[in-house]
Every structure is written in structure tokens, then in C-alpha cells.
């Protein structure tokens, strides 16, 4: 079992719908979390890290994290098609280096016009 | 921005021969990393180094090996290179091994083994 679940695989929504993607972790010692956007031929570029419970907003983008839960969402306010791309959710935890970063499969979004 | 370059961006090889990935990071960055992408799982991590003329296994080491002749480059080599090897690989670099820090991926190359 991945230690780092994403769901859904995939997501469809319009032009200037909200999008909500999720990550569990199955490793409670997981305590920081970022969302990486992969564009089609390019390699994944970080959007955004969350590292303490609650929300955190940068632009369009809300992520959210519940450590009790083990959960972190990401919310993308109106959607545009160029984001349109695989998303994925890493995690790591305190005291292991950088180099512990555990990567879930990606969730594929779709943003049609 | 960390820029992080990969050659060649595809190659197609054949089994059982040698294959040799480049990085190379204009950012001063210590820490690099060599990650293949899989449908399905994500990106593993196959070597890693923290300095010059060191190298560290990952999680997905068998088969590979890494070289590390300068903090700006780091290069992935499959000495006889099979069928399940044909994967996208990307190289990523970050400033230091802090538990925080973000990683910055290159583009990617993607690998053919016939």
C-alpha cells in the first residue's frame, strides 16, 4: 500500500469550477506535505508546500491539512485550462532530510473550456 | 528559480546496453536526486547525493547507478539496460537535505528500452 494515497485519479471540470483534489497519508509520522503540477512533457513544479494545520492560500489555490486526520486537500478557484495537468501530493517527515519525500500517483485534472 | 537541465530529453536504447542520463543544476544547489515516473506510481527514488563524488541509494536502486563528478552535475547510468527500465526520469536538485525544503525537478527524459 502506498504510503501516500491520492484520490480522485481523475477530475473533469469546467472552466471556472472549483476543483478539489485530496491526499491521505497511511504514515502518521508524515507532518509536511506540498502539492507538485506536472504540465504534459515538462517535469513537476512545486505549487505549494503546507507545513501546520489549517489552510493556506496563495492566489487560486487553497491547500489544506489536518494532521489528526492525515489528511491534505488542494482547491483550485476558478479553474482555467491551463490548469489542466497532473497534480500530486508529497509528504515527508521531521528529522529525515529532504530525501525522504514520499510522492503519491497523481490525480489528472481536466479543465475543459 | 532553481533551473535544473536533463540530456538527452528521450533516447531509445536497446537491452543490454549502457545508458547514461546528465544533470546539470546552475543553482548552487547541494542535494540531487535522480526520480523514475512510472503510470501509477508517482515518482521513485532511485540515487541521491548531498556532495561531490557521493552517492546515496534510494528507494528503487537495483539496476542503476550514479555518478556525481561536480556539484552542478549528476548523471544516472544503467550499465545494461532492460526492458522495465523504460520509464520517464527526472532529476531534481534542492538547496540542502532540510526536511523542508522543496525540490526543483528538470524536464525530463524519457527512456525506451527495446
Known sequence: ?113 | EAAVTQSPRSKVAVTGGKVTLSCHQTNNHDYMYWYRQDTGHGLRLIHYSYVADSTEKGDIPDGYKASRPSQENFSLILELASLSQTAVYFCASSQTGYDQDTQYFGPGTRLLVL
Not at chain 1, 491520492?6 to 509520522?29: F, H, I, K, W, Y
Not at chain 1, 513537476?44 to 487553497?62: C, H, Y
Not at chain 1, 497534480?87 to 521531521?94: D, H, L, R, T
Open chain 1, 1 to 113: 500500500q502506498q504510503k501516500v494515497q491520492q484520490s480522485p485519479e481523475s477530475l473533469s471540470v469546467p472552466e471556472g469550477g472549483m476543483a478539489s483534489l485530496n491526499c491521505t497519508s497511511s504514515d502518521r509520522n508524515f507532518q509536511y506535505f506540498w502539492w507538485y503540477r506536472q504540465h504534459s512533457g515538462e517535469g513537476p513544479k512545486a505549487l505549494m508546500s503546507i507545513f501546520s494545520d489549517g489552510d493556506k492560500k496563495e492566489g487560486r489555490f487553497t491547500a489544506h491539512l489536518n494532521k489528526a486526520s492525515l489528511h491534505v486537500s488542494l482547491h483550485i478557484r476558478d479553474s482555467q485550462p491551463s490548469d489542466s495537468a497532473l497534480y500530486f501530493c508529497a509528504a515527508s517527515e521531521p528529522g529525515t532530510g529532504g530525501y525522504k519525500v514520499v510522492f503519491g500517483s497523481g490525480t489528472r485534472l481536466l479543465v475543459s473550456p
